[in-house]
């Protein structure tokens, strides 16, 4: 298909450049820019780095005198505050930028709305909104982050038909195909964070390192274990790839707290037991600069997760396979309710096929 030569056909240029970004930008939202006189592309940015040039200051570097007179597209509102780097809305105008499409406002509300006041006040014509929902759904981790000062927390899980994770003998290899579990690594690279109960590692012994053919960027690795009872033998704490944070509570033991501390591990205690308080790790997370976390189960910690309404978007991959198993577990081992009408609803859903798989991604309601 020929590329759509007008407005919106700009924006989703710099939305693709935002996208090609996520998962490296840290706690900072992803943003593309484009800039275009004439009909010619003259500048594409995209921010990369938490602490490098913004999306907009590539392109303007890029289009140096071209920028003059010319129309940006960019993903989110320009900022206009100095953070890291001098304000985006201010380079704008010095370059002699005539107009701006900006997708959506900036949604910290200490700055929304400013970059577009001063773009503005400059006579620069500011058109807010195009493309709004794909641009505020790229950045649904931010958003939330930067709203509510809590992580953005992805269930990610594989269930077989009969919705199990693993056998009544406790094995998973593999419910999900291949392929399937090739995405899950993307999604690890597109999260900060990814967490796992102690049962889990106990378990299974997983490495959760992002692994691409490609190269990824490797998220920290959570581990919520009350009792500190993962062996200082598991991968997660031998291996160096990727930092690993244990989120324990007050009634774990001192002695298992510097064996792990000596191996490099970060001990947090979150809440006075026996349980971890999961509202309090969240904050940890936020506090250590981790906005999203994919939490990886097992079936006990999604369920508590889910109950303290913490999940924020749920991607079940579903195998056309059927374990069985009174004890198997399933995705959420919770205390569940007791009438149909009660249970947690899911909304803006949608499913792909991949292979023989199908995934499931929606959003829980809460209240
Ligand atoms: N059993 C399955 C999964 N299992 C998920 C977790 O139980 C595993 O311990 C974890 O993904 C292993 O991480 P690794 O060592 O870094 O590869 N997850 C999936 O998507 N499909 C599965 O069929
Ligand atoms: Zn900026």
Known sequence: MDYQLSHEGYMRTALELARAAMGQTGLNPIVGCVLVKEGRIVGLGSHLKR??????????????????????YVTL????????????ADQLIEAGVKQVYVACEDPNPLVAGQGIQKLRDRGIEVHVGLL???????????????????????????MTLDGKVASKQGDSKWISNEEARQRVHVLRHQHQGIMVGAATVLADDPLLTARLESGAVQPTRIIVDSRLRIPLTAKVIQDRTAPTVILTSAAADAAAEERLAACGVKVYRCGTGPKVDLQEAMRKLAELEISSVLLEGGGTLNGAMLEAELIDKMVIFMAP??????????????????LMNEAYTLSSIHYEQIGDNICIIGYPHYG
């Open 51 to 72: 602490g490098t040039a913004h999306a907009e200051v590539h392109a303007l570097r890029m289009a140096g005198a071209e920028a003059e007179g010319s129309t940006a």
């Open 321 to 338: 396979k059927i374990i069985g198993g009174v004890s198997a577990p399933s995705i959420f081992q919770m205390e569940g309710k007791a």
């Open 77 to 88: 509102e320009p900022c206009s505050h100095y953070g890291k780097t001098p304000p985006c």
């Open 132 to 158: 709004q929902n794909e641009a505020e759904q790229l950045n649904e981790k931010f958003f939330k982050f930067i709203r509510t000062g809590m992580p953005f927390v992805t269930l990610k899980t594989a």
